[in-house]
């Protein structure tokens, strides 16, 4: 038998699972990690958390699935996208990493969007805004205001380089990443050289990755003390993986042109299949070949989603059950009696792209409760998700169902409201870890085991089951989504005074 380790390196905590070629998980562990917030939206992270959480996992993975770490053919694994970390020439790190929802760079965003570079097109065809969360804004957030920091990083790069370094040696950089967030184009020239040597920093790209792989490629084999580290064999091959939410779509099979595919977590984010480049305000893409060769990706996100049900537990204080939370907000009427929430925590990705955009809970009174909060957090985070689809059919781009995967899957609640709010139905495959089987199909496909990853996806990919939206909801959301839509334009006003 044929057995493959995938891991998630996400917002809180890196999970490792083990795969078979069937897509049978044996084993499953997730070690914690903290993420430091402060003033100015920024999160920071330890990159040796990443190291020590992926090698405790790993063993405590090969203890419970009973096999040996030689017996693992191949590995791969997704990451947060766009979490930037600075290295010296020894591979180590000179500064904390900044996390995919740090958005300090917004001023730099505005430096990157002023440049006017063809390459800006993935950004609302070419209007923007950019995103502080991207690669560039960051890199020259620390060249700005760090220095001596940028002059002494031999290698700038993301969570997933910092893994692959530490597991083969290589100074490899995924397609997946840079073709999302670094304005890499893969059919037209590679690098985002004018645009980098328009902000002064040309020096950046001898900074990146020497090399690029595609998902699925074979980056190498671990090295003796990665394998020693990890429990492994230096016959483990290291696949090329990619960001979460993508190597999530083909853990979730969502790989032919028209499907929608939904990743929840602690944000949000949305993703068509397209087999031609198309470009529109209030989304980003098309990305080529980011997944699947010869087919484009667009995109849109939230932010702020899972993380805002986290913030109520924390505001709340004490334990927030969960389970009577679910269970009093479904008797609840759509609308919460009046409360709105808007789901901008940490700013707004898509469609408004705005760093400098808040979380707002309108409609309060004396008489709502924690439960009525919660589902209204879950509706705004549900209409946030509706004004990206809406983006999209506008662009031209429309779904007949949503395949959704992640945390929010496990609430039949959360996932209704998705259903009433968008107007689909929407899909749960039977297994919503989407980045972690998505990983393991990779590492078969690199392995040899598939010819190709969607065939990976018709071996390892099992259906499940289909919400389908209530009538009388979809009804009643289509007044309840008017006002949350005013909102925006009404706090930005104020939040700019």
């Known amino acids: ?172 950089a995924s397609l997946n990443n840079v073709g999302l967030r670094w304005h890499y184009a893969n059919r037209d020239g590679g690098w985002a050289e004018s645009l980098v040597t328009a902000l002064g920093m040309g020096d950046l790209v001898e900074k990146w990755p020497s090399r690029v792989a595609a998902p699925g490629e074979v980056v190498g084999n671990l090295t003796p003390d990665a394998a020693e580290s990890l429990g492994l064999s230096t016959r483990t091959k290291l696949v090329q993986g990619g960001a979460d939410a993508l190597i999530g779509m083909i853990g979730l099979g969502v790989s032919k042109p028209g499907q929608l595919c939904l990743i929840t977590g602690s944000s949000h984010l949305q993703f068509g299949v397209t087999e031609q480049p198309f470009h529109a305000p209030g989304m980003w893409g098309a990305y080529a070949d980011i997944v699947y060769p010869d087919r484009y990706i667009i995109e849109g996100g939230q932010t702020s989603t899972g993380s805002i049900i986290n913030w109520l537990r924390r505001f709340v204080g004490g334990d927030l059950d969960l389970d009577e939370m679910n269970r009093k907000a479904a008797e609840l009427p759509p609308g919460s009696e009046g409360l709105i929430v808007q789901d901008h925590f940490q700013g707004n990705r898509t469609p408004y792209t705005d760093a400098q955009s808040r979380g707002a809970i309108t409609g309060l009174t004396l008489a709502h409760e924690p439960h009525h909060v919660f589902r209204a957090i879950i509706e705004g985070i549900s209409m946030g998700t509706r004004a990206i689809l809406d983006s999209f059919a506008k662009g031209g781009y429309e779904g007949s169902e949503m395949v959704a995967g992640g945390g929010a899957t496990n609430s039949d609640l959360f996932m209704q409201i998705h259903a009433d709010t ?76």
């Not at 609302?124 to 060249?143: R, T």
């Not at 990919?461 to 839509?485: F, H, T």
């Open 1 to 172: 038998m044929a057995y493959f380790l995938a891991a998630d390196g996400g917002t809180e905590s890196l999970r490792v699972r083990i795969y078979d070629v069937h897509g049978t998980c044996l084993a499953s562990h997730a070690e914690p990690y903290e993420t430091v917030f402060s003033a100015g939206a920024r999160a920071e992270q330890n990159p040796e958390d990443w190291w020590t959480s992926l090698c405790k996992a790993t063993r405590a993975c090969l203890t419970e699935a009973g096999i040996s770490g030689d017996q693992i053919e191949a590995m791969a694994y997704a990451t947060t996208c766009c979490t930037v970390v600075a290295l010296d020439k020894a591979g180590k790190p000179l500064r904390p990493a900044l996390l995919w929802m740090d958005v300090r760079a917004d001023k730099e965003a505005e430096a990157v969007l002023a440049t006017g570079d063809s390459r800006l097109r993935l950004n609302s065809d070419g209007a923007g805004p950019v995103s502080a969360e991207w690669m560039i804004p960051k890199a020259l957030w620390i060249k700005r205001n760090e220095p001596d920091v940028y002059d002494a990083a031999a290698t700038i790069c993301e969570y997933q380089d910092y893994l692959t370094l530490r597991l083969t040696g290589e100074r490899c």
């Open 422 to 497: 968008a107007g689909i139905p929407v899909r749960i495959p039977e297994s919503t870890d989407g980045p972690t089987l998505g990983s393991a199909i990779l590492a078969a496909h690199g392995a040899g085991h598939f010819a190709s990853i969607d065939d990976g996806i018709a071996a390892m990919v099992k259906p499940g089951r289909v919400i389908e939206p209530n009538p009388k909801a979809v009804q009643e959301y289509e007044d309840i989504y008017a006002r949350y839509l005013a909102i925006y334009p009404a706090l930005r006003g104020a939040l700019a005074r």
